[in-house]
């Protein structure tokens, strides 16, 4: 079955600095990578998502690239503020939706003021 | 448009129970996977339903097993109830490739 690999285990940066989350795959079939955004006590958020058909997406801060030659896929926050400070995880599928995720186990990012 | 409920919030039960957890889908999502997330670990699929069938499975043995109701509605039930079943249950509806998460329901066993 798929395997997904997360790092850092836990990040410190800087606020207004840029913070960078890289997740290796090992499944050549998936083609659906989410991230998500949990706070403490609280649901997974979506924050962005790729399939394998683009190599990169932004959405305002934040922004995903992907690699399928080397299945790895890495999640981009820029100008960091402190209501970033959450766990992150990665996700990989074969068919979205229409299938389990294989997640991560998580990057605690914490932003220093 | 109502996202996705999960009850109850919290549940404690000793060894050797059953328990049975539920969950309202995002309205029109027909798929429901539910999910297990252990204390600082990433969620872990159990299984999906789509259109009241078992769509998938993840590594769990049989006495997880599921349910999907006509209007899309779940339910998780746990036999048997061992220790390390404590954790974080959550549950997420989708319609197409995104899957939404509910606020899950923290069952504790004594």
């Known amino acids: 079955g798929e395997n997904v690999e997360q790092h850092p285990s836990t990040l410190s940066v800087q606020e207004g600095d840029s913070a960078v989350i890289k997740c290796t795959y090992s499944d050549s079939a998936s083609n659906y990578f989410p991230w998500y955004k949990q706070e403490l006590g609280k649901r997974p958020q979506l924050i962005i998502d790729i399939r394998s058909n683009v190599g990169e997406k932004k959405d305002q801060r934040i922004a995903v690239t992907l690699n399928k030659t080397a299945k790895h896929f890495s999640l981009h926050i820029t100008e960091t503020q402190p209501e970033d400070s959450a766990v992150y995880f990665c996700a990989a599928s074969r068919r979205g939706g229409a299938d389990g995720l294989t997640f991560g186990k998580g990057t605690h990012l914490i932003i220093q003021p | 448009e109502t996202g996705v409920t999960q009850s109850p919030t919290h549940l404690i039960k000793t060894r050797g129970q059953q328990v049975t957890l539920r969950c309202s889908s995002q309205?029109?999502?027909?798929?429901v996977s539910w999910y297990q997330q252990a204390l600082g670990q990433g969620p872990q699929f159990i299984f999906q339903y789509y259109r009241e069938e078992e769509n998938g499975r993840g590594n769990f043995p049989p006495r997880f097993s599921g349910l999907q109701f006509p209007n899309y509605s779940s339910e998780l039930n746990v036999n048997a109830l061992e220790l390390d079943d404590s954790a974080l249950y959550l549950c997420?509806?989708?319609?197409?490739?995104?899957?939404?998460f509910g606020p899950g329901t923290r069952l504790t066993v004594l």
């Open positions: 309205s029109g999502h027909n798929t």
């Open positions: 997420a509806s989708s319609l197409a490739y995104e899957q939404f």
